[in-house]
């Protein structure tokens, strides 16, 4: 950023209010140190509600998460509802979903970065926080699920005394290596932004406080050079990391593509899981930012409706192209022609649980078809938080549909047997709970603002008038 | 160290060049359904039982199952020939590739697929990959005397040629492998290679209507080949080009579902 | 091992059998002069890490079957069947193989118990010389007419010897029973073969030889007479002649695991097998062009048809089908002979067999050959006469019953009350191994050895073209502190003294066992010979038995066969109810399996239930009635009444269900007790004319209770009836 901030002239009142540009964050700015401020507040405040929640996320993650995992290692895996033939059941189903959220962060981090899309300012930090915290719910879950978790590190190609490396041929392996692959780079993806905001913190620390962010913001100063090089890293990174997260979730679906099981050995796996992710991560992102604004102080600032509503469009879009794919999910077997293909497809729809099936519709497709074609709908936080959640639960039990349901159907008949879970959804509830409780955590150590992101925008906008009618300008300044 | 790792070599031989070596033959015409098969397999093998709940859920460790199916109603009512299934120990086995830590692997000396127990961790994933759905999963520690106090005493029938496995670990029919190298070391220290007929697995021995065959499919001789050529043969769900090792002989109980 | 022969001796004897079967041993760690002992200290004829084998005779049911039990380092690990034995030539069933969950049963009689108070569940443990003195007690404090002596199905050398007994006593003779014999109505076939064959025999079906099979309710495939013989006839029949396999049609109601075998399954109503039989023989006597012999008559082809509720075409087209057969057999059996008219059942079925002109032919009917030991056919005791042993009980004539190998309040019908019975004897002695309904009843409890770890013999009654005496021997050491009841029988008779001390000289068990086989000495038709006993009874032990070398079986004689008029029709039902019941023994349970987990585990092979009592019930009955899988119905006869839930079985009359006798114990151990009914407690007290109990011949209601239990079962009901279907 550049060194001087000039003061950008204030606009002028409008009549038309749907095009008012002052409801966009970057024309109406304030002072960077009152900002500066107003994230520092609301970092530093916690009323009771918050600990409250805290407390009630806590008791959860330790009664749903800690305890109910030792429950499971402590006894087994017979203390799931995995069976033969559901021998995968919720756990991955939940790492798949919480693949698919972590998803969301970088894509709208990274892509939007690179495309410029200045909305995006305010809420990369949640969106990559949520990367990160997204993909330790889902390595716990892939753990949970392992028969022998304490073996767990058998899956990491080191020289060992067995004499053994890991088989690179399956899938898992490849899943593995995707997994941490994806979470060392978004944790980077999600520290590079967080520098100066850690060195904006550390100046304005007290006590003891100042010793971590002095140590996390590396002695960051504010330089012409320190900053031309935050960029230099965080445009190869922004670039470097979207294909690590296409490829991810292909990979992921891979485990299931490769697999010679009807319902899942289909070429269009890999886009159809994307898409997926996506459409998950949107949602998430939409009821994480409505969280955040209407419980953080002063977020309702930097939080507005216009951002909900750019969220709002990518979530409809997203959804659209995930009905597609869900189109062409039934297109391939159709062609195809397979027999347990055409058995499968009838027990979802006519099996025991085939309303499994019409909920995932209604959530996926129906649900946000409706509400997010209006633009003053999407721009109501709560309206799209809303929609979130049951795109959310939609996804959740697409990945259900995929994963145990699909698996009661195998080419022997006789071993068809129906899924029914036990311990593992209070370990689902422990997942969700521990994602909250982290971002809970979160919110306390670090800005969820970009703050010197949102600056940024707003120094390089200006309005313009231009006859009678004012445009907003871009001034590139990096 | 470099030296120490024996990196696995995968060979892609098509199917024309393998001449398996251990094989079987299942005629469904003689099998009566009658479970000694069952039940001597899980003898031999220490194959734990379950218990009635985790029975019905699909969780009983039976290595090997009878299956049968009905179709039409009363009074045109028919079963289909009951039938066995066990580990087909595939050539091209799905359940290999996929496991992440070489617990599923491929013998080359028996051409069978082995399940090493310490390596694996459970992954579930050949299980999942298994067209014919034989693996099965130690669900909770059924082997576990401190748990299962009735256990201690039941437990001096363990055969020592076998390892108990513990929870969390897959597993599945081994074609008795235990007797297979018992037959070799035998042929071997007496200077001569195996003879058909020198390894029954604890199947093939008790079926009382011998509706199981078992031997080398190498030795076109072998009362195994001989029984694979009747024209009643064919293979399980064939199309996927597993090349199993079990031939099924077409059963005609109970009318024409053969 | 007797002490007059020495390990060495033994050993040098043994290897001379060793070139034919290599790995047999003849002798055990002999049980009773050997303390358990860390196995350090090896028999020598043990190598470490080897494992050595012992042949024995499998007591599981009565057949007989020969076994041969893998052991190591003391233990026995594995059951395998004898391969040169004629029963079973090598094979098992599951019972046989799971025979050592009997063994290590966790829940075995450790020690000899005295019972305080009867159906009480502790007992106070006891030392084997106060046990001896109890039933030496018993035998001197009461007149011989009062002792009673209530063995198991099998007769074996215990059955012998207490036989030697109560006649050296002057009591009356030990009466065998068991669940099986009711089951399998051994008296009805015996009294059909004395009526029409004029010989009391147990009739030998030669299903490998024939080219057609049609079996009458005949469970072959099943325990039934001896499971693994007629499953290897089964593989002949399709097999045994190149190039041609032979036929088999089932008339049962219900399609059980033999009919599922089946070429055709005629479900015809239950009780018309008779008329069924007797038409087949007019169709084809009529066929032939031959004079109508009496036997066939009366028969009216279409009247039968229709009260069997089958087709009439079916029927000419299948006995056209019999005359034409080059090798036919006709087997009576299960259920057709447990009905009001079973005798004449199985008359006019040997009849047919007769007119077929298959008697003592290759696929036809012999005897049963006669065992070593015996002068005749002794079967074990019918429903009708252990009723009347029952009554004696109930007037309080019996002040001491002993009870070995059986379990009467499991196995007999309620309605015959034995509980009561037995509340009037006074002193109730059982030697159970396990602690069955009826050791828990009695006063004191004296456990005999596990089958595995006792010596003895068996008298094989059928399922052999050879005269069969199995042996058995210990293969592991005693793993409680039990003793064999020949021994302490042996003892308490040496200290009662008097005649039946002079009667019974011998010192114990192996002794006993000896001086029976000494007689066999001299037999010259065996595949072994010996010249002095204990030669002889280590090749006996080593081989698992003796038996001749050629085909014992004898041809009936068929004179008057067809000329008596047999006369049969429909049988008569007890009870107005809507389904005719039709109890069966479990495949895999059997009478006795409930306590070994994994027979527990094993799926039923029709319906794939474990673990519990199912009741059968047609799906469009079902349908009818409301009722769905796994739904408890309460079934109620006029004996009694049960609850059970159902399963929707697709090959079973609608006017028939059918319910599995094998569980529903109260006793015998954690894996039996409290575990599905016994549908013993619906049977009527009806009996055929051979005094066999016509089980089958009671007409129930079923009511739908509302309430469910899951049946655990191996099939996925998804993929074996549909979506639609209930898991």
């Known amino acids: 950023m550049a060194a001087t901030a ?129 993909l330790v719910q889902a390595g716990a879950s892939i753990f949970m699920h392992m028969g022998r978790v304490w073996l767990a590190y058998w899956l990491f190609p080191f020289p060992n005394e067995r004499g053994l490396w890991p088989d690179f041929h399956s899938p898992l392996m490849w899943d593995f290596l995707a997994i941490n692959t994806y979470l060392l780079c978004s944790t980077m993806y999600l520290f590079l932004p967080l520098i100066p905001d850690l060195a904006m913190v550390r100046d304005r620390a007290k006590g003891w406080q100042k010793i971590p962010y002095r140590i996390l913001a590396l002695g960051f100063r504010g330089t012409e050079g320190e900053w031309k090089n935050l960029h230099t890293a965080m445009n190869i990174f922004a670039f470097a990391i979207i294909p690590v997260m296409f490829s991810v979730h292909t990979i992921v679906s891979w485990d299931f593509a490769m697999a010679t099981r009807p319902g899942w050995s289909s070429t269009v796996f890999g886009p159809y899981f994307v898409i997926g992710a996506l459409h998950s991560g949107m949602a998430a992102v939409a009821i994480v930012l409505f969280l955040i604004r209407s419980t953080m102080k002063n977020m309702k600032y930097f939080l507005r409706p216009e951002h909900f509503n750019l969220i709002g469009m990518l979530m409809l879009l997203v959804s659209m192209a995930w009905a597609y794919f869900y189109f062409n999910d039934y297109l391939v077997p159709w062609y195809g022609g397979d027999k347990w293909e055409k058995i ?56 259900y549909v995929i994963i145990p349901e699909a698996l009661t159907i195998n080419r022997m008949p006789f071993t068809w047997r129906i899924y029914i879970p036990h311990v593992e959804i209070f370990l689902t509830i422990g997942t969700v709970s521990l994602f909250l409780l982290l971002y809970m955590l979160a919110s306390r150590v670090i800005p969820l603002i970009p703050v010197w992101e949102v600056q940024e925008g707003q120094e390089s906008h200006t309005l313009r008038r231009v006859g009678k009618a004012e445009l907003s300008t871009l001034t590139n300044i990096e | 160290m470099a030296n120490d790792l024996q990196l696995p070599v995968f060979t892609n031989t098509s199917e024309q060049e393998v001449s398996g070596k251990w094989g079987m033959v299942i005629d469904q015409d003689l099998c009566t359904g009658c479970q000694a098969c069952v039940a001597a397999c899980s003898m031999e093998n220490n194959v734990p039982f379950v218990g009635e709940e985790d029975a019905n859920y699909g969780r009983s460790m039976h290595w090997i199952r ?88 039941l ?78 043969g064919y293979h399980q769900l064939d199309e996927l080009r597993t090349t199993p090792r079990i031939t099924y002989l077409h059963g005609a109980s109970n009318g024409s579902n053969g | 091992m007797s002490p007059e022969i020495s390990r060495r001796d033994f050993l040098k004897l043994a290897s001379v059998g060793a070139a034919t079967t290599a790995a047999l041993t003849g002798c055990g760690p002999a049980s009773r002069y050997v303390t358990r002992e860390p196995y350090v200290k090896m028999p020598e004829y043990n190598y470490n890490g080897l494992s050595t084998y012992y042949a024995t005779t499998c007591r599981e049911c009565s057949a007989g079957c020969g076994l041969v039990i893998r052991t190591f380092q003391g233990r026995a690990l594995k059951v395998e069947g004898n391969r040169d034995h004629p029963v079973n030539m090598g094979k098992t069933c599951p019972r046989g193989q799971i025979t050592l969950q009997g063994l290590y049963n966790p829940d075995r009689v450790t020690d000899p118990l005295h019972r305080k108070q009867r159906g009480s569940n502790d007992g ?82 030669d299903i490998g030889g024939a080219d057609l099979v049609v079996s009458f309710g005949a469970n072959f495939l099943e325990p039934w007479l001896s499971q693994v013989s007629q499953t290897r006839g089964y593989r002949n029949l399709r097999q045994g002649t190149p190039n041609h396999r032979g036929l ?44 109508l012999p009496p036997a066939f008559a009366t028969a009216d082809v279409n009247q039968a048809a229709s009260q069997a509720d089958i087709n009439a075409d079916d029927l000419k087209r299948l006995a056209t089908i019999l005359g034409n057969a080059q090798r036919p057999l006709v087997i009576p059996g299960g259920q057709a002979l447990a009905q009001s008219n079973g005798l004449q059942t199985a008359q006019a079925i040997l009849s047919l067999n007769a007119f077929l002109g298959n008697l003592g032919k290759a696929g036809g009917v012999y005897l049963s050959p006669i065992a070593p030991l015996e002068d005749a056919y002794h079967r074990p005791a019918s429903a009708k006469e252990m009723a009347d042993f029952v009554g004696t009980l109930k007037k309080g ?43 828990l009843e009695a006063d004191y409890v004296f456990p005999d050895h596990h089958g595995l770890e006792s010596w003895g013999y068996q008298k094989v009654a059928t399922g052999s073209n050879a005269s069969v005496l199995s042996g058995a021997q210990p293969v592991v050491s005693p793993f409680h502190n039990t003793k064999a009841t020949v021994d302490l029988l042996l003892a308490a008779s040496q200290a009662a003294g008097g005649q039946i001390a002079s009667a019974l000289p011998f010192k114990d068990e192996l002794e006993y066992i000896q001086s029976k086989l000494s007689t066999m000495l001299s037999n010259a038709n065996g595949f072994f010979t010996a010249p002095e006993i ?38 008569q039902f007890d009870g107005d109810g809507e389904f005719f019941l039709l109890p069966f023994v479990s495949p895999t349970l059997a009478e006795g399996g409930a306590n070994k987990p994994w027979l527990q585990e094993l799926g039923d092979p029709t319906t794939t239930v474990m673990w519990n009592t199912w009741i059968e019930m047609n799906p469009q009955k079902a349908d009818e009635m409301g009722i769905q899988d796994n739904d408890i119905v309460t079934i109620v006869s006029p004996f009694g009444a049960l609850e059970a839930p159902v399963y929707r079985y697709p090959a079973i009359r609608p006017d028939t269900i059918a319910i599995p006798f094998g569980q529903g114990h109260t006793a015998y151990g954690q894996f039996a007790a409290k575990r599905g009914v016994n549908p013993v407690d619906l049977l009527p007290q009806k009996y055929n004319e051979a005094g066999d109990l016509a089980y089958a011949g009671v007409k129930v209601h079923v009511q739908k209770t509302g309430r469910a239990r899951k049946l655990s079962k191996m099939e996925g009901v998804l993929g074996v009836y549909g979506f639609d279907a209930k898991q």
């Open chain 1, 6 to 134: 000039k003061s950008l002239p204030q606009p002028r009142a409008r009549v038309a209010e749907h095009e008012d540009p002052r409801v966009h964050l970057m024309h109406d700015p304030r002072p960077r140190g009152e900002m500066n401020d107003m994230v520092l507040e609301s970092m530093h405040t916690a009323t009771w509600r918050y600990w409250i929640a805290t407390g009630t996320l806590t008791f959860l993650v330790l009664t749903c998460f800690v305890f109910a995992w030792y429950y499971l290692i402590a006894n087994g895996l017979g203390v799931a509802g995995v069976n033969r033939p559901v021998y995968w059941g919720i756990f991955l189903v939940n790492t798949v979903f919480w693949i698919g959220i972590s998803h969301a962060g970088t894509f709208i981090s990274a892509i939007l970065r690179v495309m410029k899309i200045e909305g995006r300012r305010p809420f990369t930090r949640a969106a990559e926080l949520m990367t990160t915290f997204g």
């Open chain 1, 344 to 399: 499968l497809q009838e027990f979802t729809e006519k099996g025991p649980i085939w309303w499994l099936w019409y909920v995932m519709l209604i959530c996926n497709v129906a649900i946000p078809w409706l509400i997010l074609w209006r633009k003053k709908w999407r721009s109501t936080p709560w309206l799209l938080a809303i929609v979130g959640v049951f795109i959310n639960i939609g996804m959740w039990i697409e990945r």
């Open chain 2, 66 to 153: 009878i299956e049968r199916f009905w179709s039409g109603t009363f009074p045109e009512v028919k079963m289909t020939p009951y039938q066995p299934m066990l580990c087909q120990q595939c050539h091209n086995a799905p359940c290999e590739p996929v496991c992440p830590v070489f617990a599923s692997v491929h013998s080359a000396s028996e051409d069978t697929n082995l399940q090493v127990y310490n390596r694996c961790v459970g992954t579930r994933y050949c299980a999942n990959n298994c067209p014919y759905q034989v693996r099965v999963f130690n669900w909770r520690d059924y082997t576990d005397a401190r748990a299962r106090p009735w256990l201690t005493s």
């Open chain 2, 155 to 232: 437990q001096n029938q363990l055969s020592p040629d076998v390892t108990v496995r513990r929870r969390g670990v897959m597993e599945k029919c081994t074609f008795c492998i235990q007797r297979i190298h018992q037959a070799e070391q035998v042929a071997a220290s007496e200077n001569r290679s195996i003879a058909d007929g020198d390894v029954t697995p604890a199947c093939a021995q008790a079926c009382p209507a011998d509706a199981i065959v078992f031997g080398r499919i190498d030795d076109p001789n072998s009362r195994v080949s001989q029984a694979a050529l009747n024209a009643r």
């Open chain 3, 124 to 205: 106070e443990k006891m030392d084997w010389d106060a046990a001896v003195q109890v039933v030496t007690d018993a035998l001197t404090h009461n007149q011989p007419n009062e002792v009673a002596f209530l063995l198991g199905m099998t007769p074996d050398h215990l059955f012998d010897m207490v036989s030697d007994m109560t006649k050296a006593m002057g009591a009356p003779a030990p009466i065998r029973y068991g669940a099986p014999a009711m089951f399998e109505s051994r008296a009805t076939l015996v009294q059909a073969a004395q009526t029409v064959f004029g010989q009391a025999a147990l009739p030998s079906f």
């Open chain 3, 248 to 291: 088999f049609v089932q008339f049962e109601s219900r399609m059980s695991q033999t009919a599922s075998k089946a070429d055709e399954w005629i479900p015809n109503k239950p009780g018309t097998e008779a008329v069924l039989a007797l038409a087949m023989g007019r169709i084809i006597a009529e066929a032939r062009g031959l004079p």
């Open chain 3, 397 to 439: 004539a019996v002040k001491v019953l002993f009870v070995h190998g059986v379990n009467p309040l499991f196995e007999l019908p309620k309605s015959l009350s034995f509980a009561d019975a037995l509340k009037n004897v006074p002193q109730v002695i059982s030697f159970a191994t396990f602690p069955d309904e009826t050791a």
């Open chain 3, 534 to 571: 204990n030669s002889f009874t280590a090749y006996f032990q080593q081989h698992g038995g003796w038996w001749s070398t050629g085909d014992d079986r004898l041809a009936p004689t068929a004179a008057d066969a067809l000329n008596a008029n047999i006369g049969a029709s429909v049988s």
